[in-house]
């Protein structure tokens, strides 16, 4: 069974983490089976953008990375209080550690800004919320990261998109780097994704 992390912060959207939990929740019933997803975040509790209350199933001191296969973040927002967790050190380590181990990281929207923060993106190609009114891809390029105006970027074991509307495709790119192309079908298939 691949464990995958599903690191969430306060301020996360909820919608790009149930992306990670259904994807690959169907192929834990429905594909190959080999896929299981764990919330952790740093509170007992925690609070959507939108007022949603989630409780994670651990918290991050509770876990041992080593025992995880995969990495993934959702984004947020600011005014949600997002990058106080997504930025503390406790986040930065996870981050750094799945990279080191050259382990799948699959970001949303701004979550890529967590690996830039980390210093992982340096000379890396990447993307982040990309609307014309914000400033999130400068913030990214001011990490070192070699930014990207495309819609979803694969460098080496890192994906990071553009925004909200990528978070199928990172969550079946995720899928497939766990499991294989002919699976993911499957799961894209069962699920309505033609």
Not at 13 to 33: I, M, P
Not at 94 to 112: G, L, M, N, Y
Not at 138 to 164: D, F, K, M, W
């Amino acid at each position: 069974m691949k464990k995958i992390l599903l690191l969430l912060a306060n301020g996360f959207e909820a919608v790009e983490a149930s992306v990670f939990t259904d994807v690959l929740g169907w192929n834990k019933w429905e594909g190959d089976e080999s896929t299981e997803v764990i919330t952790v975040g740093l509170h007992k509790q925690l609070q959507c953008t939108w007022n949603f209350s989630v409780i994670p199933e651990k918290l991050l001191h509770e876990i041992d990375l080593k025992d995880f296969d995969a990495l993934a973040i959702p984004g947020g927002f600011e005014e949600a209080g997002f990058y106080e967790d997504a930025f503390s050190e406790e986040f930065q380590t996870v981050v750094r550690h799945f990279d080191e181990q050259k382990k799948p990281i699959a970001t949303i929207c701004v979550a890529s800004l967590i690996l830039g923060h980390s210093g992982i993106l340096q000379n890396k190609k990447a993307t982040t919320y990309n609307h014309p009114t914000s400033k999130r891809l400068e913030q990214l390029q001011s990490y070192g990261a070699n930014v990207a105006n495309e819609r979803i970027v694969y460098t080496e074991h890192i994906i990071t998109s553009s925004n909200p509307g990528t978070a199928f495709d990172v969550a079946f790119g995720l899928l497939e780097m766990l499991t294989s192309p002919d699976n993911t079908l499957k799961v894209k298939d069962l699920m309505g994704f033609k």
